[in-house]
């Protein structure tokens, strides 16, 4: 009976090890509030490159979101093209629901401006640099000790994931611990 326990709670151990273990493969998010407390609106009229500036402060990776909020205004994803000519009458991306929450899905240059006549001409454009994908570990570490996210108004979404071998290979043990 006592070795029957014994073994019990070396399964329940291994098992929490494993558990453990999976922390570091955790994938960390951030959401980032466009604008910060002011929001997806046009800038003062000195100050076109607001969302500009604001964007380069930050480091955007994948899987980060951006949250604009805003009124009687839109956002829309265009091309290059269309970003220095401030129209797009074929958006990738629109949204005019006044709380637009969008995925930075891959790495690369986003271009964002306003669907409304005018507001992109007086500075409601912006550019977003998306960066590769880093290791879980250097992305968390980066994301938990930045300063900067915290006074752009950026939230650390943590999220997990695993790959389909890991995944088998967890139930694997798990089923043979407990058989």
Excluded at 137 to 146: G, V
Excluded at 149 to 157: D, E, I, V
């Amino acid at each position: 009976m006592a070795s029957s326990l014994f073994m019990n709670s070396c399964k329940v151990l291994l098992l929490l090890a494993l558990l453990s273990s999976f922390n570091f493969l955790a994938v960390v998010c951030v959401e980032f509030q466009v604008g910060g407390d002011k929001g997806w609106v046009i800038p003062p009229s000195k100050n076109s490159h607001l969302y500009n500036d604001w964007a380069s402060k930050n480091r955007f990776k994948g899987d980060d979101t951006l949250r604009f909020e805003y009124k009687k205004d839109s956002v829309l994803v265009v091309t290059q093209e269309e970003y220095e000519k401030c129209r797009s009458s074929h958006p990738m991306f629109f949204s005019n629901n006044g709380n637009t929450v969008y995925k930075l899905d891959q790495p690369g240059l986003f271009y964002f401006i306003s669907g409304v006549a005018g507001h992109c001409e007086r500075g409601l454009k912006m550019i977003i640099k998306v960066l590769e994908l880093e290791s879980p570990s250097q992305s968390a570490n980066q994301t938990t000790n930045s300063k900067s996210s915290q006074k752009s108004g950026a939230l650390p979404m943590a999220g997990a994931t695993y790959s389909p071998t890991t995944v088998m290979i967890f139930t694997s043990l798990f089923g043979a611990l407990f058989a």
